[in-house]
Structures are given as structure tokens and as C-alpha cells.
């Protein structure tokens, strides 16, 4: 009887014997949907698990439904072949940092988390986050969405606009990414172009993360936006101008961040009403 090899050059009787279990790849499936739900307080549907990992939601329910996910597999298959210490070490330095307000960086700071738990609450208003390098107002920013999200605060959407490439960090779903185009010239393009599909969500929590100083013609509706929604802005500009004319929203918040002296891995945060 002639053996047919398959792509691999593996014959695929025997292909079939070394792969992974895909009864145990929709164990895992199964699983991991659960776990994300109860993270965010309701369960999860398969649509909304999509958009968090870029996927259309029939493929993740025809994978939880037979286990043919051979990516998956074949990576599963590889992992449990390592022992236990330097299985878990590779997967954790594949999987990008995921901030949220329970992050060690920011958990140290009981009350800042608080404080920054409430403005999560507020269903309107503009609260700017400024200080610190780059990457700390991202890091915030970005912990800020995650964990509205993790509230799931009356379903409200999360939306908005960030220059950077998520490439250092879990990104927040909803929001659109400009992965750091290097003409000044295209990343206000970009932005203006997105602006009006992301002023017409109807979302909760807009975030919007160095925006203002690539196209700062968009100050007054991005004020205008904050007196229906919560706007979250991170920029380097001192926020907002005392030369704008353009009546700020209220509430308004100012969010200072920076390296907390007594450990250079935490972030000390203040919070104060404008």
C-alpha cells in the first residue's frame, strides 16, 4: 500500500499520529474565551473575542467547535516538548505587556489607582494625561482603556486614535493604530482622515494618544466630542492651551505621570480637577 506524504514530507498516517489533540485544542479555545469574558464581568461572544485578536468570529467558532486550528497545533505540539520552567519563560517573552490600573507599575499607588478608577467612571468630560516621556503617557493611556474595558461599564465601546505601533504593548480593541508614520506630513493625513469615523462612534471612552500635537486644528472638536463622551487625551503639549478660545468641557481633569523616585519601574501619578 502506497504512504502519501503530506506537505511536510511527513507520511500522513503518521502525521496524524504525532499532531496535537484538537480535542484539547477546544479545551483551550473554550477555556480561554471564558477567562476573557470573565474578565471583562459578561460573557464574551465570539465577535467581540474577534476584535480583540484581529480575527473574523466564525473562524474562532468553527475553531472552538472541531479544534482544527493547526497554527495552534503545531505550536502546542512544539511547546509541550520543553520543560515546564522554559515553556512558560518563552511564552511569557512572546506576549507583549498588557497595562492595566491592577499593573505593578501603577498598583503600588493605591490612591492614584482609585482616582483613576472614578474618572474611568465619569460618562463625559476631558481628562489629558501629560509629563513623563512618551512611552509612560502611552503605558498610561493604554491601561486606562484596557481596564474600562475589564469594567465593562454598561457595554460602552472604548474608540480612538494612537500614532504609535503596538508593537510593545497589548493593544486596546476599538482603537485605530497609525504605526508611526515618519513624515509629520502623513501622520496629520492619517489622522484627519480617520477623525470622522471616530468622532461618530458612539462610545464611552475616546482615547486619543498623540494627536493633538500632529493636528491641533482638531482641538475644538475634540472638545465638543468631550461634552458627550469621556475623551482621554496624551500628548506632549501642555494641555489645554490658555490661548485657546474654544471653552474647555466639563468636567476636565489633568493627569501627571512620571518615574516614581523610590523605583524606577513604578509610576507615580496625580490627578487633579482643572
Given amino acids: 500500500?502506497?504512504?502519501?506524504?503530506?506537505k511536510t514530507g511527513v507520511p500522513e498516517e503518521k502525521a496524524d499520529q504525532i499532531s496535537f489533540p484538537s480535542g484539547r485544542i477546544k479545551k483551550l479555545l473554550m477555556a480561554l474565551k471564558v477567562s476573557l469574558g470573565r474578565r471583562a464581568g459578561n460573557p464574551l461572544s465570539f465577535e467581540d473575542w474577534g476584535r480583540i485578536v484581529g480575527r473574523p468570529g466564525n473562524t474562532l467558532s468553527s475553531w472552538c467547535a472541531d479544534g482544527q486550528a493547526y497554527q495552534v497545533q503545531?505550536?502546542?505540539?512544539s511547546l509541550e516538548r520543553l520543560p515546564d520552567l522554559e515553556r512558560h519563560q518563552l511564552?511569557?517573552?512572546a506576549c507583549r505587556?498588557?497595562?492595566t490600573l491592577c499593573h505593578r507599575r501603577l498598583a503600588h499607588d493605591f490612591v492614584a489607582v482609585s482616582n483613576l478608577a472614578t474618572l474611568l467612571r465619569q460618562p463625559t468630560g476631558l481628562t489629558a494625561i501629560q509629563g513623563g516621556h512618551d512611552h509612560l503617557r502611552?503605558?498610561?493611556?493604554?491601561?486606562m482603556g484596557h481596564s474600562f474595558q475589564e469594567f465593562g461599564l454598561n457595554g460602552a465601546l472604548v474608540t480612538g486614535l494612537d500614532v504609535h505601533r503596538p508593537d510593545t504593548f497589548v493593544p486596546v480593541a476599538g482603537l485605530t493604530y497609525l504605526h508611526n508614520p515618519f513624515r509629520p506630513t502623513e501622520t496629520a493625513r492619517q489622522i484627519l482622515q480617520a477623525?470622522?469615523?471616530?468622532?461618530?462612534v458612539k462610545a464611552g471612552l475616546v482615547l486619543l494618544n498623540g494627536i493633538l500635537g500632529q493636528a491641533p486644528d482638531l482641538q475644538p472638536q475634540v472638545f465638543?466630542?468631550?461634552r458627550r463622551a469621556h475623551v482621554v487625551v496624551a500628548d506632549q503639549?501642555?494641555?489645554p492651551p490658555k490661548q485657546s478660545s474654544h471653552a474647555v468641557p466639563s468636567p476636565a481633569h489633568l493627569v501627571t505621570i512620571s518615574p516614581a523616585r523610590e523605583c524606577p519601574e513604578w509610576l507615580r501619578v496625580e490627578v487633579q480637577a482643572l
Fill in 1 to 6: 500500500m502506497e504512504t502519501i506524504e503530506s
Fill in 74 to 77: 503545531a505550536l502546542l505540539a
Fill in 91 to 93: 511564552i511569557d517573552e
Fill in 97 to 99: 505587556p498588557h497595562p
Fill in 138 to 143: 502611552t503605558f498610561l493611556l493604554t491601561a
Fill in 195 to 200: 477623525w470622522p469615523t471616530i468622532r461618530g
Fill in 224 to 226: 465638543d466630542l468631550a
Fill in 237 to 239: 503639549v501642555i494641555f
